[in-house]
Nanobody, 115 residues
Framework: QVQLVESGGGLVQAGGSLRLSCAAS????????MGWYRQAPGKQRDLVAR???????DYADSVKGRFTISRDNAKNTMYLQMNSLKPEDTGVYYC?????????WGQGTQVTVSS
């Protein structure tokens, strides 16, 4: 079975940086589409960034130019480098894996950006 474990969240001032990691168990990481989603209090969970390979990535307009998604298939790990953080980036960040009809979620990591 696949397990996804996020780490790297925390409290940071506006303009600061954080790096999130998502470690995956199982054998399908390298052939799966991976993504980061964000859920702010009282709002729906939205896509932040998605990666098929390091050459094929997709970002929400609100984070383009500030966030970078990447993956290391040898380590079964995905990353999200977040720079120039804004208070509106606050929320729980979830790691997601999709492989055909299979979908998996991590437990989430809290990111809080203070103004």
């Amino acid at each position: 079975q696949v397990q996804l474990v996020e780490s790297g969240g925390g409290l940071v001032q506006a303009g600061g940086s954080l790096r999130l990691s998502c470690a995956a168990s199982g054998s399908i990481f390298s052939i799966s589409t991976m993504g980061w989603y964000r859920q702010a209090p009282g709002k729906q969970r939205d896509l932040v960034a998605r990666i098929i390979s390091n050459a094929f990535t997709d970002y929400a307009d609100s984070v383009k130019g500030r966030f970078t998604i990447s993956r290391d298939n040898a380590k079964n790990t995905m990353y999200l480098q977040m720079n120039s953080l804004k208070p509106e980036d606050t929320g729980v960040y979830y790691c997601h894996m999709s492989n055909g009809p299979q979908n998996y979620w991590g437990q989430g990591t809290q990111v809080t950006v203070s103004s």
